[in-house]
């Protein structure tokens, strides 16, 4: 995610190792990424990679009352 206003970036997604591990958040890798979407509420992580697509948790959710 790059903040527009100061430059910044953070990952969201990706350990920043090349793989094909499921996970949340940087628990999840990837190897050749194409396209990216992020859904609207920034919970939901879509990457085409390797010829199929991928969805990742970018957070995990939150935990059921109890």
């Given at each position: 995610r790059v903040e527009v206003a100061t430059?910044?970036?953070t990952t969201i997604?990706?350990?920043?190792?090349r793989g094909n591990t499921?996970?949340?958040g940087e628990a999840s890798e990837f190897h050749g990424?194409?396209?990216?979407?992020?859904?609207?509420?920034?919970?939901t992580l879509l990457v085409t990679s390797g010829g199929g697509l991928r969805q990742?948790?970018?957070?995990?959710?939150?935990?059921?009352?109890?």
């Open positions: 430059g910044e970036v997604a990706g350990s920043g190792t499921d996970g949340v990424p194409e396209e990216v979407a992020l859904s609207p509420d920034g919970s990742v948790c970018v957070a995990a959710p939150p935990p059921p009352p109890s």
